[in-house]
């Protein structure tokens, strides 16, 4: 266990679960059934992290409050559609979380899904109870803003110097950065490792088992 950090703190999709092709699948068919011209996989990708609502807006800046309703309820029942099936973990999720459990650290959720759907797959994987504090975008500041990390700290009693922020989107390393905490960029998800590292994370992984060595100090 690294002496410097005792909470570790996951962003979930693309960084815990393997769910970004059904973002990108579900954004595609919202913007057919609303009306819009769809955004490459790229656009789409570069918006993941943000909370819905911020995420539609980068993606169609024109559009209406009342337009933007439309297009929320159509990307919802798209997704949950998809997820009729929770999206799998990747490789060494549950292990490692065990692992880091039993060293000692607290663990902690902040997401940019609502917290209906953030819940709907705590409980499908039987974690409602696992994570020490969960947060989500629909109840506090979306990423970048480092309200949701800061809530987190509070609730857990611990300083920014001693929180590690592990996410796959821009948005969660600039979160990381903004409440002053380390971060560590995972290059499976949303974005690529090359694109994460200009966002100075302490630690750059294309595996979550690596994230475990490194912080028993197996990996320097």
Not at 18 to 32: F, K, L, N, T, W
Not at 74 to 99: K, T
Not at 126 to 139: C, H, N, P, S, V
Not at 199 to 217: T, V
Request: charged residues 20%; proline residues 5%.
């Amino acid at each position: 266990m690294r002496s410097e950090y005792k909470l570790l703190i996951f962003d979930w999709d693309g960084t815990l679960a393997d769910s970004i092709g059904r973002i990108v699948e579900a954004m595609g068919v919202a913007a057919a059934r609303s009306g819009f011209a769809q955004r490459d996989e790229k656009a789409v990708k570069g918006i993941i992290g943000l909370g819905l609502p911020e995420a539609i807006r980068t993606l169609y800046p024109t559009i209406t409050d009342d337009e933007l309703i439309v297009f929320r309820q159509h990307y919802a029942d798209s997704y949950i559609a998809l997820e009729a099936v929770p999206s799998p973990l990747f490789p060494g999720v549950v292990q490692s979380l065990e692992a880091f459990r039993a060293a000692g650290y607290q663990l902690a959720v902040a997401t940019g899904k609502a917290r209906r759907g953030l819940d709907r797959v705590l409980k499908a994987h039987g974690w409602l109870d696992y994570f020490d504090i969960t947060r989500a975008a629909d109840e506090t500041a979306s990423k970048p803003h480092p309200l949701m990390l800061e809530q987190i700290l509070a609730h857990c009693a611990v300083p920014a110097s001693q929180a590690l922020m592990v996410g796959d989107s821009a948005f969660d390393l600039q979160m990381a950065r903004n409440a002053g905490m380390d971060s560590v960029a995972v290059g499976y998800g949303a974005l690529s490792l090359d694109e994460l590292r200009a966002f100075e994370p302490r630690l750059a992984i294309d595996s979550f088992p690596q994230l475990h060595a490194w912080l028993d100090g197996r990996v320097n």
